[in-house]
């Protein structure tokens, strides 16, 4: 790409760090803050850059997964600020779907072609310290072939301590049970004196790194993701990029990194106006630059930058694919965590759908599994009907605001065991 002309009107601070990376040079956090913080032509030389090393790092494929989420409780002993899903065990709201269902639900998805399942919960008060597993295990004996992306840092540390184990113990006992990779998330921010603000009590920066390193470590691989658009400064942002890379340096079990916009309406500390400051999530541009000031510094380390068509909607994740973001995530089938916040874009989007828009902007759809590894491409006229993409009725699938008045999924009921 000569991008040389566009350079010769850019400011030369910018324009050095943007050579740097296009030379295949580490960006630091400090150069990250100073792409953060362009306008105008420098703002677009800065998308224009990231794009060059997508193309470089993964060329024009954009990838997608075929998968469910299934948030088996919002029961939590927890109350981060951000969470507009939880729910506390006495509140009538509360839900828990024993390991029937879940395993039911991970079925039907598995016979419309999904090859994931996504589980993720609140941490229950009365919880067993074997649930995790006997969770996998049971998915495992009726579906071997799917698999299990499961159980954030914050529930490991959960289950480890409901069991009297270490993590590493834990982690070990989830591989034998059958989880396959574990969600990055419950990171938010890796800032303790800001993790302290936003959700005191939660998994604190050491032991996210810990349970991390941990699953790397057994052939565990996870994602990573950072929440932004709340109290964080830019500095926080690039900073919890750059660590996220040393870790990466150091296990290289990292699948992708995924920036995850703050839902406000109905998040608890933007509700009640809890933090001097809070804002209402990330602005268009913020978003836009947030992925691509991703691609650059993760540039070599960390391939695929997801975008979350959740919280962008599906336009705005047309153009993340143009600032850095290489992969449109899965298509989730029911989604309650982002739902229950706010968001209103939906809950399930179907293979076709992904495609028209990854064609829409001349690049090349590709179903992939968990791991990256490509199932299929689709880069000319081998458009085929899928099963999910035959799904009319999405009614089947059941929604959260369905669930939580569900009597016989009533957390109350103690049929729920
Ligand atoms: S983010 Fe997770 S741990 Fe925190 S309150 Fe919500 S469900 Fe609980």
Redesign the pocket.
């Known amino acids: 790409m000569n991008l040389e002309k566009l350079f010769k009107n850019a400011d030369p601070v910018v324009v050095e760090i943007l050579n740097n990376a296009l030379s295949e040079k580490e960006i630091s956090a400090k150069e990250g803050v100073e792409l953060y913080n362009t306008i105008g032509i420098d703002f677009h030389l800065v998308g224009l850059v990231a794009d060059e090393l997508r193309r470089r790092r993964v060329g024009d494929i954009v990838s997608y997964v075929v998968n469910r989420n299934i948030n088996f409780t919002?029961v939590?002993?927890?109350?981060?600020g951000?969470?507009?899903?939880?729910r506390d065990f006495r509140e009538e709201e509360g839900y828990f779907l024993p390991n029937e269902e879940i395993v039911r639900r991970a079925k039907e998805a598995h016979q419309l072609g999904a090859t994931e399942v996504c589980i993720?919960?609140?941490?229950p008060p009365d919880m067993e310290g074997g649930l995790y597993e006997s969770i996998c295990k049971d998915i495992k004996k009726e579906i071997p072939d799917i698999h299990i992306h499961g159980f954030?840092p914050?529930?490991i540390l959960y289950g480890a301590t409901r069991s009297g184990v270490s993590i590493e113990e834990f982690l070990s006992r989830m591989k034998d049970a059958g989880v396959n990779t574990l969600p990055g998330?419950?990171a938010e921010i890796l800032d303790q004196k800001l993790r302290d603000k936003i959700?005191p009590g939660?998994?604190s920066v050491e032991d996210w790194e810990r349970v991390i390193k941990g699953a790397h470590k057994i052939g565990i691989n996870t994602t990573s993701t950072m929440m932004f658009g709340h109290l964080e400064t830019i500095e926080d942002r690039a900073n919890h990029i750059a660590k996220l890379r040393d870790i990466q340096k150091e296990t290289r079990g990292f699948t992708e990194f995924v920036p995850l916009n703050f839902i406000p309406s109905e998040a608890p500390m933007y509700k009640h106006q809890l933090h001097e400051g809070i804002r209402e999530g990330a602005s268009g541009n913020d978003v836009l630059l947030t992925h691509a000031v991703a691609r650059i510094m993760l540039n070599n380390y960390i391939n695929n930058i997801q975008m979350s068509w959740v919280k962008e909607g599906q336009k705005m994740s047309q153009l993340l694919l143009m600032w850095g973001a290489n992969d449109f995530g899965g298509t989730l089938i029911n989604e309650s965590?982002s739902t229950s916040a706010g968001s209103e874009h939906g809950q399930l989007l179907r293979p076709k759908e992904i495609r028209r828009m990854v064609k829409e902007i001349g690049r090349i759809p590709a179903e992939r599994d968990t791991q990256y590894n490509i199932i299929k491409k689709f880069n000319g006229t081998n458009e085929v009907e899928e099963e999910l993409d035959k799904v009319t009725d999405t009614s089947q699938f059941g929604s959260y605001v369905e669930l939580i008045k569900i009597n016989k999924f009533n957390y109350k009921n103690p049929r729920r065991k």
């Open positions: 919002n939590c002993i927890k109350q981060c951000f969470c507009a899903f939880s993720q919960a609140g941490l954030s914050e529930e998330t419950s959700s939660r998994i965590i």
